[in-house]
């Protein structure tokens, strides 16, 4: 996999947009010549994404190196690291590529990560960060979490409004809800190892959230 592709062929000129549109009016009963000359997309391309005899429905891909994860399970790979972030368990470098090979592996995708090592490599990050511009990686100052968090009305606030929205979106029972010892939970957070940030302003490209 290389990190700068350079396209060099005039094939899927047409677009997804394009392509998705002639898939729907396909699916409405427009005959598929027809659609084909009205989107300029090669009869026999429009018949395999109609037929789901490529791997991706509806997704220009040229030649043999497709994404590694479809397009919304990565979107929910970058929600999961701004969710982390927030709660001021930023994930590192590591624990994302890992999170991406396990991903892969319980989807059953083809892809091309070590299964040795049991983590996507650095090309793919590269690309990760490439298509979601906001996130960034920084290693970040050390930082105390019992100052983090301490107990004033806006941090308290803060971690009410944040467990308040993980019980309503995972609808836990009040049997999975614990009070956890904190013993061998380090709390000094974002020493030596890179992590991944949330960018807070397009502006400022370098200022990074530090929670």
Do not use: C
Request: hydrophobic share 30%.
């Amino acid at each position: 996999m290389v990190r700068t592709y350079v396209k060099n062929t005039e094939r899927g000129q047409y677009g997804n947009k394009n392509l998705e549109d002639a898939l729907k009016a396909v699916n409405d009963g427009t005959p598929l010549i027809r659609t084909s000359k009205e989107y300029g997309i090669p009869a026999r391309t429009l018949r395999r994404h109609r037929d789901n005899k490529v791997q991706q429905p509806g997704k220009v891909a040229l030649g043999r190196h497709l994404p590694a994860l479809p397009s919304h399970v990565e979107k929910e790979l970058h929600d999961h690291i701004q969710t982390m972030e927030q709660s001021m368990y930023g994930l590192t470098v590591n624990d994302v590529k890992r999170l991406a090979f396990e991903i892969a592996e319980s989807y059953n995708l083809k892809h091309p990560f070590n299964k040795t090592g049991g983590k996507a490599g650095r090309d793919w990050l590269h690309g990760f960060f490439s298509r979601y511009p906001d996130l960034s990686i920084r290693s970040p100052q050390a930082t105390n979490l019992s100052r983090a968090v301490a107990f004033n009305r806006p941090q308290v606030q803060t971690f009410f409004a944040l467990y308040k929205e993980v019980l309503q979106k995972r609808q836990f029972l009040p049997s999975q809800i614990w009070n956890m010892d904190e013993t061998g939970i380090t709390s000094r957070i974002g020493f030596k190892e890179e992590r991944v940030h949330e960018i807070q302003s397009t502006e400022e490209q370098l200022s990074i959230k530090h929670r």
